[in-house]
């Protein structure tokens, strides 16, 4: 497997001069220069920002506009259905909405959509229902800019539509009352990188501004810092890039997560078993895809339900399903692999292939992305996997490595699909059972120019001494939290390194002691890859941690890759 570590290149000029004008470290300073900061003032905002530095949710195009219909709505007691996405931020966003209107005294209901039978996005079958209940505004969250004609027909039955989503806009725009997106052309809202759940929250904040200014409130008026746990949930389980206006966001609402207010979060963390402090790793390894496996195996509803429970039974008990749920997804996913790894391993031509397309008709298709991401991992190669049901139709979850466009190579093979939509990273398809094979050539063939691309890459901060290494000056680089896309944990090289045990546990972990001159570290290598033996030297890419253990506080390292050091 091949692994290419990429050393960072430092700007001692201006690492020191960032270090002396904040006193910071040398070392902290290159890491926000890594991060892309390349100013005093970049650094400052960086380190320091918070709720006042949130840009006016009025500079988003639209704003005004759905404010005004949704204040028109409360005052005269029309029915609002919010209609959400499936996933964590599809999620989210119909809960701070929920909950948000109904504190305003609004009359409101919430419809998520099925993935197997409506499948992503606003459906007419949907509108339907909701006109039946008499809902009179729709206000979609974390999607619905590809609805054109579902706004349409939302207007037939005299039903107005708001537009709330961060996807990348079509050439058409839906007629609605107001389109609500960041992407947009002609919006101004510097937070471009906000997901739906963002955009919800910059709504609630411009409802709440304008009431106020309009004496609405007699009393108390909503605190938003409240619903800040939800953004932050929906953002980093969505993969928002943790820059800019999502870092300020997540780091409020992380705060709030270690003892919330919230039942339903209160019970999720008891049932993922989370004390104290919540990370953005719990977030997308523990909670997200707890909240994620209701809408994969089933619907959003149960999901939902939790965040805008008031009882702290039903909570504990919406929590405790989620879990099931999300061990029964685990269940199914680990089949799936196995499947797929005995289909690859049998098959001489994926040796040498470009790609790896695989179908079955007893995969579920709720899974077949993550198991492709795993696919993907072992093998570094861009991957689609393809679940067919009874009727010999396939839906398909594509993922690719860093460089490698796999929405531009699905293009040159459009005509073998029903649908096909993504980005360069990830994508889906929709396609007849018989037409798989000519996929599997096609798409193999769009990808030969990549295959310098293939490969994993890790990038590295610096080289630095373990043993320069401080529990001060980690705690320095814990100031550069939340950590997730766009803002890394802190990676470092350190060469030639002495072991001095090895332990394995669980099976498939390392536990090792290291030398580097007179002194001795603990490591810990997840998932190791080497076999390794006291008296090797290696060279290790880590991230420093303070490890707490029977109550003493010790520096350890977390090793992400190594290599046998080459005398």
Known sequence: MKTSWILQKENQKLSEKISKSLNISPITAQLLINRGINTVEEAHQFLNSSLFDLPSPFLMSGMDKAVQRIIKAIENMEKIGIYGDYDVDGVTSTALLYNFLKELGGRVTYY??????EGYGVNIEA???LNDQGVKLIISGDCGITAVDEVEKAKEF?????????????????????VLNPQLSDCSYPGKEITGVGVIFNLALALRRTLRETGFFEGKEPNLGAYLDLVALGTVADCGSITNVNRILVKEGLKRMTTPKRLGLIALKEASGI???????????????RINASGRLNTAKQAVELFISNDPKSAKELALGLNRENS???GIEANILEQAFSMIDSEPLFKESNSIVLASKNWHQGVIGIVASRIVDKYLKPTFLIAVNDSGMGKGSGRSLEGINIYTALAECSELFEEFGGHDLAAGITIKQHNIEEFRVKFDKALEGFKDKYIRKIKVDGLLDVNNLSKELISEFGNLAPYGIGNPEPVFLSTSLEIVGTKMFKEKHLSLKLKNGTKTYDAVWFNSKLELEPKNKIDIIFTPEINTWNGSNNIRLRIIDADKHDI
């Not at 998520?112 to 039978?117: G, H, L, Q």
């Open 112 to 117: 998520n959509p099925d993935r197997f039978t």
């Open 127 to 129: 509108i339907k229902k």
């Open 158 to 178: 005299g039903i107005d539509f708001i537009i709330t989503d961060h996807h990348k806009p079509p050439e058409e725009i839906p007629k609605a009352i107001a």
């Open 275 to 289: 004390t104290g402090d919540v990370s953005s790793f719990d977030i997308g390894y523990r909670l997200g895809p």
């Open 328 to 330: 029964n997804r685990q």
